[in-house]
T-cell receptor, first 114, second 109 residues
Framework: DTGVSQDPRHKITKRGQNVTFRCDPI?????LYWYRQTLGQGPEFLTY????????KSRLLSDRFSAERPKGSFSTLEIQRTEQGDSAMYLC????????????FGNGTRLTVT | DAKTTQPNSMESNEEEPVHLPCNHS???????IHWYRQLPSQGPEYVIH???SNVNNRMASLAIAEDRKSSTLILHRATLRDAAVYYC??????????FGSGTKLNVKP
């Protein structure tokens, strides 16, 4: 079990630039989630995939955010025209998708927008 | 959203049991109760989950009230490595996990 891996671990970008993060879930997991976490707060749900289908998006997810999961394997989260308020830890999680399967999280990508 | 309420922080002595409470008065019949914990600079880690009956695993025990409106995570012997933020969340419809602010557990040597 190699776990959920996220790349990069850290990203520093200037306001207005686009950034893309990658998540590789546990190989047999068909559900994949993206969360955002700011300092002192719990993770906030952003979006969720069942295989390649994006089934739900939070109201928090503005039009500048887009997520994909081609072929139901890895996923990417892109933020266009970054703003300072986008600075946060972006967490990816996967689950086996059978009923009440628990989430397995990666260690996140920390984004700093200057 | 399926909301839970937890104390902001708790303190425990090393090698003593810890009882972390969680209220979830709006729980519905099919919601599972999950607990996760998060160490600094890491993603959350699954601890335990249950539906109606109490549950035990190698990490902890989960005690669920009869009316399911509250639950308690029990760490039988706290160690310094158990110092973390503990989150109680409801798994609604098998695909939605909403985290609150959690309980920060401090373990004193």
């Amino acid at each position: 079990d190699t776990g959920v891996s996220q790349d990069p671990r850290h990203k520093i970008t200037k306001r207005g630039q686009n950034v893309t993060f990658r998540c590789d879930p546990i190989s047999e997991h068909n559900r994949l989630y993206w969360y955002r976490q700011t300092l002192g707060q719990g993770p906030e749900f952003l979006t969720y995939f069942q295989n390649e289908a994006q089934l739900e998006k939070s109201r928090l997810l503005s039009d500048r955010f887009s997520a994909e999961r081609p072929k139901g394997s890895f996923s990417t989260l892109e933020i266009q025209r970054t703003e300072q308020g986008d600075s946060a830890m972006y967490l990816c999680a996967s689950s086996a998708g059978t009923g009440n399967s628990p989430l397995h999280f990666g260690n996140g990508t920390r984004l700093t927008v200057t | 959203d399926a909301k839970t309420t937890q104390p902001n922080s708790m303190e425990s002595n090393e090698e003593e049991p810890v009882h972390l409470p969680c209220n979830h008065s709006t729980i519905s019949g099919t919601d599972y109760i999950h607990w996760y914990r998060q160490l600094p600079s890491q993603g959350p880690e699954y601890v335990i989950h249950g539906l109606t009956s109490n549950v035990n695993n190698r990490m902890a025990s989960l005690a669920i009230a009869e009316d399911r409106k509250s639950s308690t995570l029990i760490l039988h012997r706290a160690t310094l490595r158990d110092a973390a933020v503990y989150y109680c969340i409801l798994d609604r419809n098998f695909n939605k996990f909403y985290f609150g602010s959690g309980t920060k557990l401090n373990v004193k040597p």
